[in-house]
């Protein structure tokens, strides 16, 4: 898994140390990079995170 460096929304880098990373949201791209949303910017994005999935996952 890539290295948590900022969240890619709003660029808040973690906590030292903190448990609250452990809440961030990991994505990889279509373009075969990786990256991370902070948990308030994951939650303002749920419904659009949440339509990505693809249809297998659904069946």
């Known amino acids: 898994m890539s290295e948590?460096?900022?969240c890619r929304a709003c660029g808040r880098p973690p906590d030292p140390g903190?448990?609250?990373v452990l809440s961030w949201v990991f994505d990889?791209?279509?373009d075969g990079g990786n990256s991370w949303l902070c948990t308030d910017?994951?939650?303002t994005r749920l419904?659009?995170?949440e339509t990505k999935l693809?249809?297998?996952w659904w069946t």
């Open 4 to 6: 948590l460096q900022a």
């Open 18 to 20: 903190g448990a609250g």
């Open 28 to 30: 990889r791209r279509p």
């Open 41 to 43: 910017c994951a939650r």
């Open 47 to 49: 419904r659009a995170i």
């Open 54 to 56: 693809p249809d297998e």
